[in-house]
């Protein structure tokens, strides 16, 4: 009987402590808009996240705004923004995901999403108002989230593939003529 119930509790405890499924290596997301940003952000397994805030568009209007343009920064989602996050992923079948959804104008907003794990690798340009649901929630929380998390600039410098034939800054504006 001892025995039997060693057992059990062994493996009770064996797979209690099995690796959890990821549901992605990493996954970039670039976004710019006309007036106001263009950033990268990259989610790793775990819960730390990598932002670069290539233009800031406040900082034109000599109102610097947190993120400064041209500067890195790193921070660490809690447990509910992570779990989030997956959820959001896992509702969105990206084998099924088109690799652009383009409609051509000029203004607004555009976005690029590339996710990994192990060898699948998808890209998805975005710059069009007819996308799948799923992937405009994704878009959304991201914005948002960008906007709550506690910053910390860090001189680490890191490649956002996501940003790779994305867009460019808008240039500065010409000097104002008194």
């Known amino acids: 009987m001892k025995r039997q ?3 059990i509790l062994f493996l009770t405890l064996l797979l209690s402590c099995s690796e959890k ?3 992605f290596d990493s996954l970039e997301y670039s976004y710019g808009d006309t007036f106001s940003t263009v950033y990268s952000i990259k989610f790793t397994e775990n819960d730390t996240v990598y932002l670069r805030e290539h233009w800031n568009g406040f900082e034109m209007l000599g109102t610097p705004k947190i993120p400064k343009e041209k500067t ?3 921070a660490v989602l ?17 084998n099924e995901i088109n690799p652009e959804y383009y409609q051509d104008y000029e203004d607004g907003s555009s976005y690029q999403i590339i ?11 975005v710059h069009s108002d007819s996308i799948p649901q799923k992937l405009e929630r994704l878009s959304k929380w991201i914005n948002e989230i960008k ?3 506690k910053l910390i600039e860090t001189s680490s410098q890191l490649e956002y593939e996501s940003m790779n034939g994305f867009m460019s800054p ?6 104002m003529r008194r």
């Open 5 to 7: 119930l060693f057992i």
């Open 147 to 149: 906007n709550t998390l």
């Open 78 to 94: 809690s447990e509910g923004q992570r779990n989030q996050l997956t959820e959001l992923v896992r509702t969105i079948d990206f």
């Open 115 to 125: 996710i990994k794990k192990d060898s699948f690798k998808k890209t998805v340009f």
């Open 21 to 23: 499924e990821r549901d």
């Open 72 to 74: 890195n920064y790193f």
């Open 170 to 175: 808008p240039p500065p504006p010409p000097p």
